[in-house]
């Protein structure tokens, strides 16, 4: 194994969590049409039965995400993680909110109110996808930061990257094109929500509610994705040199990675082909309700080929505005060899953990219904 084989490995691995992750948003997608879905106080609870059964995993994903760019790619970790503080913490204050309202909700005594824990799980719903898909986003759009590695020695301040302004990663949000995105997965998530409640809760009210939420919600996803693709196809992009390994603008350099890794391509066609009939076939037949698998499948085939576009072919899957050159690759950002070399071996263990989830989420369905 090449170390530039495990750089690619590792950012394969990486993206198919950050795949998954978006996947897993179905909970807070359902949880932001608790009251819409639900209806009544009855249904309410039916709903928050069905997703509380599966917020762990969504979290756990989202930790699992954080650490594998911490132990595979430390720079991003140090520059987003570090410098975008504002941001995430934003994204991850709203999943404690959602940990403590599946906890206390249904407390006696509990000083809130479960009405209150509620509304916070509605506020994770809403803020949890929109910011993340924000973040996403900045890995075409670059972000406000500036990398000096030189500075490790400087014993006054050994800071390698530091933010640009002082934002802390909040101007993120000021880029139209991070909201659209961050407005796409929203929807999507809602999808996905509306798609799982569908198959998950046994209630044919509930049912019928979740596939007029599921319109509602494929529509403006759509609309907002594909402009948000197109423009990704056409802009310019930022690509490695070869030769020197500067950080250069190229014209239509993501169409050209789809070009040049086709089978990237015809993954995010078939996901998108999965994720319709999905919809489509659940919408279309009131008996079908097994719509969030093949819509699931395709979900994560269609991020896993963004993600892997964003970092392979030679391109910086994380942008600097401030300073070009800062911008952040695979190969200036991972860690050792040695530390690669050692979790590629420990990451054959992953399989096994995907196993033991799909073995959990049977058993809780199965206790659920």
Request: hydrophobic share 50%; net charge positive; glycine share 10%.
């Amino acid at each position: 194994m090449t170390y530039t084989f495990l750089q690619h490995y590792w950012w394969f691995i990486v993206s198919l969590l950050g795949a998954l992750l978006v996947f897993l948003l179905f909970v807070q997608g359902a949880n932001s049409m608790v009251y819409s879905i639900g209806g009544t106080e009855d249904g309410q609870r039916k709903v928050l039965e069905s997703t509380g059964r599966k917020w762990e995993i969504t979290f756990t994903t989202l930790v699992t995400f954080g650490g594998a760019f911490f132990a595979s790619f430390p720079l991003f970790y140090s520059t987003s993680f570090g410098g975008a503080y504002w941001l995430w913490m934003i994204i991850l204050f709203s999943f404690v909110l959602q940990a403590v309202s599946y906890e206390f909700q249904h407390r006696r005594g509990n000083l809130l109110g479960k009405r209150t824990y509620r509304c916070f799980l509605i506020i994770n719903g809403i803020v949890g996808p929109l910011l993340l898909g924000g973040a996403v986003a900045t890995f075409f759009d670059g972000s406000n930061f500036v990398v000096e590695k030189a500075s490790l020695t400087d014993v006054g301040g050994p800071v390698i990257s530091r933010w640009a302004n002082a934002s802390a990663g909040l101007d993120a949000l000021l880029d139209p094109w991070n909201l659209v995105f961050g407005l796409a997965v929203f929807f999507l998530a809602r999808m996905l929500g509306a798609l799982y409640v569908i198959n998950n809760v046994v209630d044919d009210g509930i049912r019928s509610r979740g596939r007029a939420r599921l319109l509602g919600a494929t529509v403006p996803f759509l609309v907002l994705f594909l402009a948000f693709f197109i423009r990704l196809m056409v802009k310019d992009g930022y690509a490695v040199d070869a030769v020197t390994s500067a950080i250069v603008m190229e014209p239509l350099k993501y169409m050209h990675n789809y070009l040049s890794m086709w089978p990237l391509a015809v993954i995010t066609l078939i996901g998108v082909v999965l994720l319709l009939y999905g919809v489509v076939r659940t919408m279309a037949r009131p008996t079908y309700v097994r719509g969030i698998w093949p819509a699931g499948i395709g979900v994560v085939t269609v991020v896993l080929s963004l993600l892997l576009v964003a970092g392979w072919g030679g391109t910086a899957y994380y942008p600097s505005n401030a300073d070009l050159q800062s911008s952040l690759t695979i190969a200036n950002s991972c860690s050792s060899e040695f530390t690669l070399r050692t979790m590629f071996y420990v990451s054959l263990l992953v399989p096994f953990v995907f196993a033991y989830i799909a073995y959990v989420w049977r058993v809780m369905d199965r206790s659920f219904k």
